[in-house]
C-alpha cells in the first residue's frame, strides 16, 4: 500500500497492476489510473487557498510579530524622550504616539497600518542614517524590525483573505 498526498486516498499497486493484466508490475509502461484527481490551488475554494502554507495560528503569529515590533519601538522612542537621552522633542513624541497607534492598527488587522508601519520605518531609519555615522548593530536591529513589519504584512492580508465574505 502506499499513502498519496492528500485526504488519504491510497493506491495498492499490486492489485492496480493485476487488474491492468500485467502481473510483473509496470514493466510495460501502462500505469492506472491516479487515485484521486489533483487540484492546483488556482481551482479551490476562496477560503481554502494557501491553507497548506500557511495556517490561521500562523497568521496571527504573524500579526502578532508586527503589532509587538510597532509597540515595543513606540515604548522604547517614549522611554528614550522621556529619560532625557536624546532630549524631549515634539518629534519624539509625534514619533512615538505614530508607532503606537499603527501598533494598535496592526493589532486589529488593518493592512494599511501594517504597510504604513514598515513604510515609516524604512523612511525614519533611511533619514537617521544619512544624518550620521551607523554603528553595526542599528543595522542588524533595522534588519530586524523590518522583517517582524513584513510579518505583520504578511499576516494580515492572509487574515483578511481568509475573512472575506462570499460573493
Same mark, same amino acid.
Request: proline letters at 19%; aromatic letters at 4%.
Given at each position: 500500500m502506499i499513502w498519496c498526498v492528500g485526504r488519504g486516498a491510497q493506491v495498492d499497486l499490486a492489485a492496480s497492476s493485476a487488474r491492468a493484466g500485467h502481473p510483473s508490475g509496470?514493466?510495460?509502461g501502462v500505469f492506472?489510473?491516479?487515485a484521486r484527481a489533483y487540484h492546483n490551488e488556482a481551482t479551490w475554494d476562496r477560503e481554502r487557498a494557501g491553507?497548506?502554507?500557511i495556517d490561521d495560528t500562523m497568521a496571527e503569529r504573524m500579526v502578532a510579530c508586527g503589532w509587538i515590533a510597532a509597540a515595543i519601538a !513606540? %515604548? $522604547?522612542t517614549l522611554t528614550f524622550s522621556l529619560t532625557s537621552s536624546f !532630549? %524631549? $522633542?515634539h518629534y519624539n513624541l509625534v514619533d512615538a504616539a505614530l508607532l503606537i497607534g499603527l501598533a494598535y492598527g496592526i493589532y486589529r488587522r488593518s493592512r494599511t497600518c501594517a504597510v504604513l508601519a514598515l513604510a515609516y520605518h524604512i523612511l525614519n531609519r533611511l533619514m537617521i542614517f544619512h544624518a550620521r555615522?551607523?554603528?553595526p548593530i542599528a543595522i542588524v536591529l533595522t534588519l530586524m524590525f523590518a522583517a517582524l513589519y513584513?510579518?505583520?504584512i504578511i499576516g494580515t492580508f492572509v487574515h483578511h483573505a481568509r475573512r472575506r465574505p462570499a460573493a
Open positions: 509496470f514493466a510495460s492506472p489510473p491516479p491553507a497548506a502554507v !513606540g %515604548l $522604547t !532630549g %524631549l $522633542t555615522d551607523v554603528p513584513v510579518l505583520g
